[in-house]
């Protein structure tokens, strides 16, 4: 159960995580046809969560940190549903290649930059 303290890094985190994407996704930015705010968060959120993943195990943090930074930060950070989104709408208009290529740059190079994070981490810390 989370109690109060808890709660309120959930929040914080919440709520920076949510002010930040709201910064980076309130005005388009385009790489050709494509827009990638989306992208753009999903890395940042990827790569903060790799970091912290090492950070986390490395120094065996208490859970009320993953409150803030993984649940919290990271995950009103990123954005899955804004992702399905604009797939979606790429099938809909008949956009395949760009659709393809939305897909494919979220999710792989959201793993890409957790084990960016995870390698870069892991370098500092030892």
């Not at 996704?25 to 790799?50: C, D, K, M, R, Y």
């Not at 940190?65 to 992702?83: E, K």
Request: hydrophobic share 55%; net charge neutral; with cysteine.
């Amino acid at each position: 159960m989370v109690k109060g303290f808890e709660l309120g890094l959930l929040a914080v985190g919440g709520i920076l995580g949510t002010f930040l994407r709201y910064k980076i996704t309130e005005s388009p930015l385009l790489l050709g046809a494509l827009q990638i705010n989306v992208l753009i968060v999903n890395l940042i959120g990827s790569f903060i969560l790799g970091l912290f993943f090492v950070l986390s195990t490395q120094w065996n943090l208490d859970t009320k940190y993953a409150l803030f930074t993984a649940v919290g930060f990271c995950g009103s950070l990123t954005t899955m549903s804004a992702f399905a989104l604009e797939s979606s709408n790429l099938l809909e208009n008949k956009q395949f290649g760009l659709m393809a290529i939305n897909i494919l740059s979220n999710v792989g190079l959201s793993i890409g930059a957790i084990f960016a994070g995870k390698t870069i981490m892991g370098m500092l810390t030892h």
